[in-house]
């Protein structure tokens, strides 16, 4: 397919005037070619030296998935521009002149692309964004803190509750306190900890479990409860219910 076609023949309903058109493909591809595109680590680099603003543009429903960045700043797509255009009265304060560094992050690193190009057209020299998106950061070991936060704010940059498994004890230590669990509770909290803050469905966890004695379609939840007993007074921050989907250990896994 060619990325870019001409209309000899009259152009049809909705073209420009018969003027040549772009693929999306061809628009990504210019895009890019304006960008130095960062890195997953090179990305986490300046946001630590305090040199680049990380700007979230994922949908609430993958933050609520997937994670966010801690420290990153969340904004939907469809404000960006006008909170960080310098000469934009709705701009947010950081957004002071045009040298601010920006680095747009999105799922897998295409919606970025434009949206960073599109920053740039607003003099933003600076702006480019997340080679491989979200996906690439988490893939690459990055922090990640369970979401999502409200558009318009920053995503708490301190750490979550560390946790991390004892096979020979049966247990789980939560920020170091140890926590004894059954045979079934212990093999729960390894897949929900596997998922690394996403929303495990309870399909995958009965999956993971397999069929014991007694097994029933609400038998996971009758598990969970008794652990967010045993987590108590923590449970509000650490393991929660996504209603219609399945649970979501809100911990970061001990290095």
């Not at 069929?211 to 029933?216: H, K, L």
């Not at 609400?218 to 967010?228: A, E, P, Q, Y």
């Not at 929660?240 to 290095?255: D, H, I, K, Q, Y």
Request: aromatic share 4%.
């Amino acid at each position: 397919m060619q990325s870019e076609r001409t209309f000899n023949d009259g152009p049809p309903a909705g073209s420009p005037g018969g003027r040549y058109v772009l693929s999306v493909e061809e628009l990504l591809r210019r895009a890019r070619d304006r960008l130095v595109r960062l890195t997953p680590q090179q990305a986490a680099d300046e946001q630590r030296e305090g040199d680049a603003l990380l700007v979230d543009i994922r949908s609430e429903m993958l933050r609520r998935a997937q994670g966010e960045i801690p420290g990153s700043l969340v904004l939907e797509r469809n404000v960006l521009e006008w909170r960080l255009d310098p000469l934009s009265h709705w701009r947010i304060d950081e957004a002071a002149d045009h040298s601010l560094r920006v680095v747009v992050v999105c799922p897998q690193g295409y919606m970025s692309s434009l949206a960073a190009a599109t920053l740039q057209d607003l003099g933003m020299y600076r702006a480019t964004d997340l080679d491989g998106g979200f996906e690439a950061w988490a893939a690459a070991g990055l922090p990640v803190t369970p979401g999502p936060t409200m558009p318009g704010s920053y995503v708490d940059p301190s750490p979550a509750a560390t946790i991390s498994l004892d096979p020979v004890g049966q247990r789980i230590l939560v920020a170091g306190t140890p926590i004894p669990l059954t045979r079934l509770e212990f093999r729960l909290v390894s897949e929900l900890l596997r998922g690394n803050g996403r929303v495990v469905s309870r399909a995958e966890l009965r999956a993971s479990i397999g069929e014991w004695a007694g097994s029933r379609s609400r038998s996971v939840d009758l598990h969970m409860h008794r652990i967010r007993r045993k987590l108590e007074p923590h449970t509000t921050t650490l393991l929660t219910t996504e209603r219609g989907v399945g649970f979501r250990l809100r911990v970061l896994p001990c290095p």
